[in-house]
């Protein structure tokens, strides 16, 4: 099984700065790569997938990059509705998420 | 739009059965796969299998393979979980979610871009 490891656990960033989120596997998976959001109580919400393609309807600010082992989600300007958890998943082999980030208030 | 409804909170005792279904409105039911992720309390998110509306396959994660069934009805556009041989820690949160597009010719997968709004499962004796 591919093991996906976020970093880091939580992140305490102040709105309007930058947010850097990073996610590595345990093996290549090209650029099989997605990621979400998820507020409490909802369902997650898809951001990214293929590593740097923007869901529909995602604002700009939100941007994906890397292939194979290394992943990076960044949020170019933190908004007051984008704390959150965040979780990567590849789907090169099969389906694992990662473990989550935590996205707070500074 | 693209909706999945799923089917109201259960709770079971241990050995126990449970089938939670997910009805799919606003697109094509058969050109899509639906997957099942749940969550446990304060938990992050597991895959637990994937299946074609297209022609019923199935993908199970390993450590579920034993006592997962998903189902498809295309009459209804519904999809189904079973999970049976209920133990405490499968109390979670159970969700569907559309992945895996597939035309006459190629599949594609663009993540899971549409989710039901999850259906708590609490075992407890």
């Known amino acids: 099984e591919i093991v996906m490891t976020q970093s880091p656990a939580t992140l305490s960033v102040s709105p309007g700065e930058r947010a850097t989120l990073s996610c590595r596997a345990s093996?290549?998976?090209?650029?099989?790569l997605a990621w979400y959001q998820q507020k409490p109580g909802q369902a997650p919400r898809l951001l990214i997938y293929?590593?740097?393609t923007r869901a529909t309807g995602i604002p700009a600010r939100f941007s994906g990059s890397g292939s194979g082992t290394e992943f990076t989600l960044t949020i170019s300007s933190l908004q007051s509705e984008d704390f959150a958890v965040y979780y990567c998943?590849?789907?090169?082999?099969?389906?694992?998420f990662g473990q989550g980030t935590k996205l707070e208030i500074k | 739009q693209v909706q999945l409804v799923q089917s109201g909170a259960e709770v079971k005792k241990p050995g126990a059965s449970v089938k939670v279904s997910c009805k799919a409105s606003?697109?094509?039911?058969?050109?899509?796969?639906i997957s099942w992720v749940r969550q446990a309390p304060g938990q992050g998110l597991e895959w637990m299998g994937w299946?074609?509306?297209?022609?019923?396959?199935?993908n199970y994660a390993q450590k579920l393979q034993d006592r997962v069934t998903m189902t498809t009805d295309t009459s209804t556009s519904t999809a189904y979980m079973e999970l049976r041989s209920l133990r405490s820690d499968d109390t979670a949160v159970y969700y569907c979610?559309?992945?895996?597009?597939?035309?006459?010719?190629?599949?594609?997968?663009?993540?899971?871009?549409?989710w039901g709004q999850g259906t708590l499962v609490t075992v407890s004796s």
């Open positions: 979610a559309r992945n895996l597009y597939c035309s006459s010719t190629s599949c594609y997968e663009n993540g899971f871009d549409y």
């Open positions: 606003g697109y094509t039911f058969t050109s899509y796969g």
């Open positions: 299946i074609s509306a297209y022609n019923g396959n199935t």
């Open positions: 093996q290549s998976v090209s650029s099989n």
């Open positions: 293929g590593a740097s």
């Open positions: 998943q590849q789907y090169n082999k099969g389906y694992t």
